[in-house]
């Protein structure tokens, strides 16, 4: 189980990283929100019918209502909302705002039913990183010029909107099998996505003559990696890791997203983001912590759906 945890916490951390350049490599010729869509109702499709075909039940009516209301979170209000905005935001600026998503896991935690306070120690650990991140987004103030003020404060809500998603899926009636749960958030989600896409009429102002190679290589990366080898990893670790400790792949994205950035695309990397890397990897090291690995393995008690 310890092997498998940690990973799962490798594919969350450095694939993820990567999608951020590949999301703005993608929607330099599609559409964000088609994009998107696309994206996760192929991955969704694909996923399910291969658990369904290895023996997984057809889901309840009350699943896949769950599903939806995850997808939403994560997909619409958290994935497509991260397209749109870098459309107009460098890929590894976008990736320090969203960054902030431990403290909105923290805070819904919290807040929650039965919820309960956070060991010192991870809450020294979320505080230091994000610290960390915010020294280093106050050293970016040239990443910002031209960038209209909507573009990153949506990034903040996508951050909450994903924070949110992940607490409630350890509440809400997903299916026992976790790949299936993740294809059908994926599916869910994806339509809802599609359905805004085609609604702003992202379908008709689309040229497919105008779409790049590198576009289309970009979907099929996000697809396979980024959809369903990542977010099915992301699903199962929330259901077995505490959010908090599976929210810290948000200290580890940014670094992957800068340097990927800085190396294929020429976004800017300076000394700055080289001091507060450690910084950063220091709080992602006081949350998991010395005993936090042995935890990793211990599967949370059950919950009632909410």
Known sequence: MKLRIVAAFAVVYVVWGST???IRVAVATIPPFLLSGTR???????LY????VRGAPAPSRREWLAALWIGVLLVAGGNAIVGWAEQRVPSGLAALIVAGMPLWVALFQRVAPGGK??????LLGLVVGLLGLAFLLGGRGEGLAGVPLIRTGSLVFASASWALGSVLTRRVSLPGDRRLASAMSM??????VLGIGVAA?????LDPAQVTTASLLAWVYLVVLGSMLAFTCFTWLVSVVEPTRV???????????????????????GIRTLICAPIILV???LVLGPDGLPLLGRRPRAEAPA
Do not use: S
Not at 49 to 52: G, I
Not at 201 to 205: M, N, Q, V
């Open 187 to 192: 599916l869910a989600g994806g339509v809802v």
């Open 40 to 46: 996760f109702i192929v991955a969704g499709l694909l």
């Open 20 to 22: 951020y350049l590949g």
């Open 49 to 52: 019918a291969w658990v369904r």
């Open 117 to 122: 306070p956070i060991a010192g120690r991870r």
């Open 247 to 269: 929210a810290t792949y948000a200290y580890v994205n940014p670094v992957v997203a800068l340097f990927l950035g800085w190396w294929l695309a020429g976004e800017p990397l």
């Open 201 to 205: 009429g992202e379908l008709r102002g």
């Open 283 to 285: 709080g992602l090291v």
